[in-house]
């Protein structure tokens, strides 16, 4: 069953719940919706795709963008974008202006957060306020948690990510010496929600599965009914939200298991004070000594239950992506493994300098992300008030403006077979003379944008990384892979999302030399 299908299925299992009354009192309020954002389509003055004549013709094109997003940015691209011209695309919820022009790409992420507002546009698109918290927005201190706590102690959580990694790759695979099939995602989406809550919960939270599937369920309702929220005008929504924000019943189940946590840890600040040195180094331990006074328990699990949005799909698809490109590409493992190997050799070991060293690695991490990237537009800001660009482009109060991030990573003009992926292509790259850091993974600018760049990019994107790094070089070292059939399974383009085919099996078999790999007998383990 494809995404779409899950989603339409969704929806349509939650309308058929409901009571006559309501299915027509939601019909009557999604013609207001659809007659506010008629009115509101006609203010911008810019080319538009994908749009036909008529009356119907705007909200017709706002269905086809949930389903058909990545043709219908690739036609604005190179009608308009191309030549400089700012156009706009419907989508279910609102016009949106797309950039491509580099000069106005900066210039939009450089507009003042009271004019062009990243953090409203954000709340908007998951309807924050209903699937998560009003918390959330009023207070963002999770991002200074993960800049500062997570990114600066990269170093010293190191050896954590690589043993829940490790284990659970293990736990959950059995592979042996005959080529062995292998559910990828659901062993991607198992090893990246228990290494990522080894940082946020620990042990042996961490490896609970009622809390991990309860994290994962929460992921999924919340973006499921913030999508569906976020089509209804402002005024709907908080009648809308009573159907759709399915949050409790995975929120009820979290706060059991992490409650107590922050409930013991607030005892004992409160018993030791500052005598207490050797506080616990994680995201409940962050969230505790980030949160404003008075921040309320459920809150505070709300915060823990955000990280976990924030941060496990987007790795999941990720690390699939690279996977499914590097399977599809079998000649790119020996070089990387011979890389990985001597890297550690002359390192001594595994540290983050000799991950950051992997520049094989690091390039074909990133060409999967510029090939494959988890969203394909980025950047987004919302006008908080009518604006008038530098190129005289005009938006009006409430428009969102963005970058479309597929169609540049795809553009020929910028990199050369743009369409073809091509894992050291960076890694050449970086050869020549002042690019050496300019294209690492994690470095952004207006021609890479899957981590979007600027002030806003996104800043779990250094310990995004360093999993991703361990996750292939551990796979990379232990096992050769390949897809039966040698074919990689195709992307999926859904509204904003690019996503990985989440059934397809790969074929592992272990390597003879894997015991006596250097490089894998110092694995750093707990
Ligand atoms: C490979 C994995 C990841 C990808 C591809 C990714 C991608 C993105 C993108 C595209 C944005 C929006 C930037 C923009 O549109 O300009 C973003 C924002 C964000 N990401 Fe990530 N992300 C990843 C991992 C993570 C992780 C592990 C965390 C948390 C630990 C995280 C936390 C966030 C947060 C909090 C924001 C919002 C930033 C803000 O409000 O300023 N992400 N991410």
Request: hydrophobic residues 40%; proline residues 5%.
């Amino acid at each position: 069953m494809s995404v779409e299908q899950i989603e339409i299925n969704g929806l349509v299992a939650a309308l058929l719940k409901l009571e006559p009354w309501q299915l027509a009192a939601l019909g009557g309020l999604g013609f207001i919706a659809y007659c506010v954002y008629y009115h509101q389509s006609r203010k911008i003055d810019l080319p538009s795709v994908g749009i036909e004549p008529g009356i119907f013709g705007p909200w017709k094109a706002a269905i086809n963008f949930v389903h058909n997003s990545d043709a219908l940015i690739k036609e604005g691209y190179y009608k308009y974008g191309k030549k400089g011209q700012a156009f706009k695309v419907a989508t279910p919820a609102r016009y949106m202006v797309l950039f491509s022009d580099p000069k106005m790409i900066k210039e939009l992420w450089q507009t003042d957060e009271s004019i062009m507002s990243f953090a409203k546009a954000g709340q908007e698109r998951i309807a924050s306020d209903y699937t998560l918290s009003r918390d959330l927005g009023a207070h963002p201190y999770h991002i200074e948690i993960i800049l500062k706590n997570l990114t600066n102690r990269l170093s010293s959580i190191l050896p954590e990510v690589f043993d829940e990694l490790i284990k659970s790759f293990e736990d959950n695979t059995s592979i042996t010496s005959a080529w062995t099939p292998v559910h990828n995602f659901s062993v991607m989406l198992k090893c990246i929600s228990r290494t990522t809550n080894r940082l946020f919960v620990g042990l042996p939270l961490c490896r609970n599965e009622d809390y991990l599937n309860h994290c994962i369920e929460f992921a999924t309702a919340a973006s499921r009914g913030g999508a569906t929220i976020d089509m209804f005008p402002f005024f709907m929504q908080p009648l809308v939200a009573k159907f759709f924000a399915n949050r409790d019943k995975a929120l009820a189940k979290v706060i059991a298991h992490v409650g107590p946590l922050f409930v013991e840890r607030q005892k004992k600040m409160k018993e030791l004070g500052e005598a207490w040195t050797d506080r616990p180094n994680d995201a409940v331990q962050w969230i505790l000594e980030a949160a404003p006074p008075g921040t309320n328990l459920k809150d505070m699990c709300l915060r823990i239950l955000f990280l976990n949005f924030a941060a496990i799909h987007t790795t999941s698809f990720s690390v699939l992506q690279v996977l499914y490109d590097l399977a599809a590409h079998p000649e790119y493992q020996e070089p990387l493994r011979q890389e990985i190997e001597a890297v550690v050799t002359q390192f001594g070991g595994w540290t983050k300098q000799a991950l950051t060293a992997m520049k094989k690695l690091d390039s074909v991490l990133r060409e999967s992300q510029r090939t494959s990237g988890v969203t394909i537009l980025t950047g987004m800001r919302k006008a908080m008030k009518n604006h008038t660009f530098s190129d005289g482009t005009r938006v009006p109060k409430g428009t969102w403006v963005l970058a479309p991030t597929l169609a540049i990573h795809g553009d020929k003009d910028i990199y050369e077979d743009g369409l073809k992926w091509e894992g050291f292509r960076f890694s050449k790259m970086r050869e020549q003379p002042g690019q050496e850091a300019k294209l690492q993974m994690v470095s952004g600018s207006t021609e890479y944008l899957a981590f979007g760049t600027g002030k806003h990019a996104c800043p779990g994107r250094f310990f995004a990384a360093n999993e991703l790094k361990v996750l292939v070089a551990y796979i990379v070292l232990n096992y050769e892979f390949k897809f039966e059939d040698g074919k990689r399974p195709e992307n999926k383009y859904y509204a904003y999302s690019c996503v990985p085919d989440l059934k397809a099996e790969m074929m592992y078999r272990e390597r003879g030399d894997r015991h006596q790999s250097f490089a894998n007998n110092c694995l750093p383990r707990d």
